[in-house]
């Protein structure tokens, strides 16, 4: 082990707090805003094609429900995997970490092949299942039919980037995610407008874009740059090893994958009650809230090895320190987005359609959609906080609570009382009523976990 190694390690029980937070936090937040820029420039550029932007960009829309489940999954590994690792290396335990890293490789692999079958099988009857109609089914089907193509990709960046991370490398994962979302930027005009192929060019330039990005991340894992590599001989996978990451892993699973369980749920809502027109304006919101959630999301995320590091190191201090610092800042960023939108809805609508009757349905829900996000940012820094600390069945009953155990049954009530309105409202209420929960449990929670540390 070389002594740069050990110091990168070193650095997280011992830099500057506020010094750690900033070179940590802001290269992942850039990552993350630069990942989820893949379905939203996608979408911005298919909104704004001649004559049929709407209507592709519902059926765009629709297919998001399996783009985030394929995603969700990586989640297993990727959002299980680097806490785990990062806490046997604040016990000094380097073995144990690679370990973690390289049976991780092999699942996500496993999970691509898998996924790709299922979803080439069934996407047909599921995408008139979650509120395709004759008009927009061509659309998502041409885009979905690519995509699926580059499943192994997607597992690849997205489940193993956060070992980078982990290692206290934030600008090395940045750089992952970078230079595939810069590619996807340049490809998508020319492939949708210079070549004429419309919906397909956008999965075209994404599918090759996600291979550049997996390439980035696999050839760092195997370098010696890499505090944590690859190792051949860890690859089989081990039955404890893969049920320690995967038990924590399931909240960041259920985290994203009931995002495409609300989708599904709430565009059928929308198609029943409202129509096709009701569907594209799920498509807008939901992606303006992916603005809001994503950078926040990608910061917390830069800062768990802090936390998770000195935790498994016995340093509480550091630890509450880190927490409170992150969640004064999360707290902030999250209240000042959804004021914004909530202020000038009209500008977040036109970024995505230059269809006047969308934008002016869009910009007359989207304050009521994003309301419950002024203290989101309060439920991001605690949730992440209790992913970072191991704690998986907290971190699990959160996850299940705003999605699971309210969003989707109050999108199916609400209606009924609201019409299409009902299912818009579902949201903030949720929103809410999780981000107060959270708060609540982390703060009877959080000083008895630290305790059991020392």
Not at 154 to 173: C, D, E, H, K, Y
Not at 236 to 255: D, E, R, Y
Request: glycine share 8%; with cysteine.
């Amino acid at each position: 082990m070389n002594s740069d190694n050990t110091a990168s390690d070193r650095k997280l029980g011992t830099e500057n707090i506020w010094r750690l937070i900033f070179s940590m936090g802001i290269p992942t937040l850039v990552a993350q805003v630069i990942n989820v820029l893949y379905n939203i420039v996608d979408r911005i550029y298919i909104g704004h094609i001649e004559g049929i932007g709407a209507t592709a960009l519902t059926g765009v829309g629709l297919t998001m429900p399996i783009i985030v489940i394929i995603s969700a999954f990586s989640s297993f590994i990727g959002g299980g995997g680097p806490p785990l690792a990062a806490i046997a290396l604040g016990k000094g335990d380097r073995e144990k970490a690679e370990k973690i890293l390289s049976n991780g490789v092999t699942v996500l692999i496993c999970l691509s092949i898998v996924l790709s079958v299922v979803f080439f099988i069934i996407k047909k009857p599921f995408l008139y299942l979650i509120g395709a109609s004759d008009a927009t089914f061509p659309y998502a089907d041409e885009y979905l039919s690519i995509y699926l193509l580059g499943t192994v990709f997607v597992q690849i960046t997205v489940g193993l980037n956060t070992f980078i991370t982990a290692q206290g490398r934030s600008n090395i994962a940045m750089l992952s995610v970078l230079i595939g979302a810069v590619m996807n930027i340049i490809l998508d005009p020319i492939f949708i407008f210079v070549f004429g192929l419309n919906v397909k060019g956008a999965a075209i330039a994404t599918v090759i874009s996600q291979a550049f990005s997996a390439a980035w991340v696999l050839r760092f894992l195997t370098s010696k740059k890499a505090d944590l590599r690859i190792k051949k001989k860890f690859l089989k996978p081990q039955v404890a090893v893969v049920k320690s990451v995967a038990a924590l892993g399931i909240s960041p699973f259920v985290m994203q994958s009931t995002e495409s369980l609300i989708s599904i749920v709430m565009n059928s809502g929308l198609q029943k009650y409202g129509g096709d027109l009701y569907v594209g304006s799920l498509t807008i919101m939901q992606s303006v809230m992916q603005i809001m959630t994503t950078p926040v999301s990608g910061f917390a995320q830069g800062i768990a090895p802090i936390i998770s590091y000195n935790y498994g190191a016995g340093n509480t201090d550091r630890v509450k320190t880190t927490f409170r610092r992150l969640a004064a800042l999360m707290f902030g960023y999250t209240s000042l987005i959804a004021l914004a939108a909530i202020m000038f809805p009209q500008i977040f609508a036109g970024m995505f359609t230059s269809d006047a009757e969308l934008i002016r349905l869009t910009s007359r829900i989207l304050p009521i959609f994003v309301c419950g996000m002024l203290i989101f940012g309060l439920q991001m820094a605690c949730q992440n906080t209790f992913m970072a600390l191991g704690q998986a069945k907290i971190s699990l009953f959160i996850a299940m609570l705003r999605k699971v155990i309210l969003l989707i049954p109050l999108s199916l009530i609400l209606p009924r009382f609201f019409g299409v309105m009902g299912v818009y409202y579902a949201e903030p209420v949720s929103d809410i009523t999780a981000a107060v929960t959270c708060v609540i449990l982390f703060s009877l929670n959080f000083k008895k976990i630290l305790s059991h540390q020392r």
